[in-house]
């Protein structure tokens, strides 16, 4: 702190828990993405056992980016933004927030397929995956990225005002 007062320059207050927060929303954006792209890599029919098994941990790293993802954008919202209403009064705010939980959905197919896949890899067998599994399975990550590439967009106009009723862009 002492260090802080002796910068030339001012800081305004609460400066780093803000910074935090937005740090943790991209990184925790960034982990989702390279998730999602990693299991549409490996996704195929009858995968190997470590192809299999490194589905499973990265759909649990998905998981957690995800959470910590919904968690740092409701504190941004609540207390680390530019007011709860400022993104509340704008539509955008909830086609991202819409965006971001249809995603959500979606992933629960994946996200289950990969569960049951944990009950033959325990046991040391491999898990039977078709072609029209496999398939599938690529297509919604296809979608899901899709989603996540779009997302940012919206979120990068909503932090400018675009969307507000009777507000200037800035
Ligand atoms: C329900 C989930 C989410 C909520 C509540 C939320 C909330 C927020 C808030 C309040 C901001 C601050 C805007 C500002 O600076 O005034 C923000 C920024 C941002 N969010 Fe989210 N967010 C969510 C999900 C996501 C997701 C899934 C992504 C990416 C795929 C994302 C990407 C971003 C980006 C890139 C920014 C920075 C915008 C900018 O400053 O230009 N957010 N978010």
Same mark, same amino acid.
């Given at each position: 702190m002492a260090l802080l007062a002796a910068l030339p320059f001012h800081l305004p207050d609460g400066v780093f828990p803000r910074a935090g927060v937005a740090y /943790?929303?991209?990184? %925790?954006?960034?982990?989702?993405?390279?998730?999602?792209v990693l299991e549409?890599?490996? #996704? @195929?029919?009858?995968? *190997?056992? $470590?192809n299999a098994t490194l589905m499973v941990? +990265?759909?649990? /790293?998905? @998981?957690?980016a995800a959470l910590a993802l919904l968690g740092s954008g #409701?504190?941004?919202?609540? !207390?680390y933004g530019q007011g709860s209403s400022f993104y509340t009064e704008n539509p955008l705010f909830w086609w991202?927030?819409?965006?971001? &939980?249809?995603?959500? !959905?979606? *992933?629960?197919?994946?996200t289950i397929t990969y569960i049951l896949w944990a009950i033959p890899l325990r046991k @040391? $067998? &491999?898990?039977?995956? %078709? $072609? !029209?599994?496999?398939? =599938?399975l690529g297509w919604i990550l296809n979608i899901e990225l899709a989603g996540f590439a779009l997302i940012p967009l919206l979120a990068t106009l909503m932090a =400018?005002?675009?969307?507000?009723?009777? +507000?200037? #862009?800035t």
């Open positions: /943790v929303h991209y990184l %925790s954006f960034m982990v989702c993405f390279g998730a999602l549409r890599r490996l #996704i @195929g029919p009858n995968p *190997s056992r $470590e941990i +990265t759909d649990i /790293v998905y @998981g957690i #409701i504190l941004r919202v609540l !207390a991202k927030v819409g965006l971001y &939980l249809s995603v959500g !959905a979606l *992933s629960l197919y994946p @040391g $067998e &491999l898990p039977q995956v %078709s $072609e !029209a599994l496999a398939a =599938r =400018r005002g675009v969307g507000l009723p009777g +507000t200037a #862009i």
